[in-house]
């Protein structure tokens, strides 16, 4: 008997057919949006509704048979608590509890030691999706001056749908991999608002092909690449027997290459986006309409900034937007910025899952941001390091930093990627948790440097302000 297509598909490409179904589906978004735009814009939003939710379920019953019904259910579950509990905090409190749980425990019995495409892949994209709903839907019962100008933009005004609430949640554009968007940017889809020619689909095939190409481009060099630096080799005794300069280089360099998975299937949904409308974000400053709405990535600040904080700036910019705005902003109450930020981070290593891991990388990833806050200030208030960074030496600098920076990145993936404390623990150990001490010394040293660098006015006002 002959092996199915799939099999056969993944088989002649090399890569697990879980994966091979994902980069398909994601790319069967661009014909699902040509049809949209050709047959469906000028239907009534029922209709538009429907469309939206059969593709959504064909995609994701492609990708995961049966087991659809755990995002049918949390629907329909967030669909309910809306209607019958109304504009409560009850209600937010409610939808955050369930679909954490559900999610949660989805990742508890799937979990395996590595990283697999299954269920709780989209299901964690629809958690933020239903959980962010149930917080627009509380807004829209609030008085508008209670509101920031953020909320506003996503308060409803009215109880959506259930075939709305299944359309939202399903549409092809960003129910597998992102972005997140909120209901009323969807509803303003369907009401063919989203366009630069009011009436007619948008001119966006152009941008959405850039955002396309872009994308298959990354996906390339990760499929050239990534054969080369596996996540195993780390723990094989071939990694281990390596010089030290060497093992640091492989971790500089495999964080390039492994991000590109994730960059590639971003701006590939992105351009889906733009493709169908959705990504407009209506007039630049200097008139030019804008396609960047649903921009889950910024490709040349990440290829081009030597800074970490610019680095997450620019990677997943969707999902840390839903974490700022709904968890970050909304612990106002704490009257903490530092106590907010942690707890939005480790919001952030529980949602992508169970593994110590997680928790390890977002931990890191606020120790770093925050020495590198102190070190820039440390060289914006030194005329030393100032007339330094603005010397004719500053593009060596720059490599030294790019250097830096991308190794000191790839340090806290590699919990990340590995998941469990014994694999990354061996890894950390095999480079003499450089990171660690790296870091360290900088958060001890940055004060010192601050007394001897900048100069006793300068410290004196900084104390004043």
């Known amino acids: 008997m002959a092996p199915p297509l799939m099999e056969k598909l993944s088989e002649s490409l090399g890569s697990p057919e879980p994966a091979v179904r994902l980069i398909l589906s994601v790319l069967v978004g661009y014909p699902c949006a040509l049809l949209y735009r050709q047959f469906f814009f000028h239907q009534p939003p029922t209709v538009i509704h429907l469309y939206h939710a059969i593709s959504g379920l064909s995609l994701a ?6 087991q659809l019904y755990h995002s049918a259910l949390c629907v329909l579950v967030q669909f309910l608590m809306m209607r019958l509990m109304g504009r409560t905090i009850t209600t937010v409190l409610a939808s955050f509890m369930f679909q954490m749980a559900y999610l949660l425990s989805g990742y508890y019995y799937t979990a395996t030691e590595e990283y697999d495409i299954k269920w709780t892949m989209p299901q964690c994209v629809l958690a933020l999706k239903l959980i962010g709903l149930s ?15 953020e909320q506003k933009r996503s308060a409803l005004a009215n109880v959506p749908s259930l075939l709305e609430v299944i359309g939202f949640s399903y549409f092809y554009g960003g129910f597998l991999v992102g972005p997140q968007f909120t209901l009323r940017s969807y509803q303003r889809l369907v009401k063919g608002e989203l366009t630069d020619c009011p009436g007619q689909p948008p001119n966006s095939v152009i941008p959405a092909m850039k955002r396309f190409s872009l994308g298959l481009l990354c996906l390339v060099i990760y499929a050239i690449f990534s054969p080369h630096y596996p996540d195993s080799y780390y723990l094989t005794d071939e990694y281990d027997a390596q010089p030290f300069w060497y093992r640091c280089v492989f971790i500089l360099l495999w964080a390039k290459v492994i991000l590109y998975k994730y960059v590639s299937c971003w701006v590939i949904a992105e351009g889906v986006c733009i493709l169908s409308g959705l990504g407009y974000n209506g007039l630049g400053q200097n008139g030019e309409h804008q396609w960047d709405a649903c921009a889950n990535m910024k490709v040349w600040t990440f290829e081009t900034t030597p800074l970490f904080t610019g680095t997450i700036a620019s990677f997943n910019i969707n999902t840390n937007a839903w974490v700022a705005r709904h968890v970050f902003k909304r612990l106002k109450f704490l009257g903490n910025k530092l106590l907010s930020q942690v707890t ?34 440390l060289v914006r208030d030194s005329p030393l390091l100032t007339r330094l960074a603005n010397s004719p030496l ?7 930093q790019q250097f830096i920076h991308w190794l000191f990145m790839g340090y806290p993936l590699v919990p990340f990627c590995l998941f469990t404390y014994d694999k990354w623990l061996r890894v950390y150990s095999s480079i003499y948790f450089c990171g660690h001490i790296f870091f360290f010394a900088l958060y001890l040293g940055i004060p010192y440097l601050r007394k001897v660098l900048v100069p006793r006015k300068e410290r004196s006002e900084k104390k004043e302000d």
């Not at 019953?61 to 049966?66: K, S």
């Not at 917080?135 to 100008?149: A, I, R, T, V």
Request: negative net charge; contains cysteine.
């Open 61 to 66: 019953a492609f990708n995961f048979g049966t």
């Open 135 to 149: 917080f627009d839907y509380y807004d829209g019962g609030q008085e508008p001056s209670k509101l920031n100008e």
């Open 344 to 377: 939005a981070l480790a919001f952030l290593a529980i949602w992508h899952g169970t593994h110590s891991g997680y928790l390890l990388c977002f931990s890191m990833e606020f120790i770093i941001v925050n020495v590198e806050r102190q070190a820039q200030a």
């Open 394 to 400: 500053y593009p060596l600098i720059y490599l030294v």
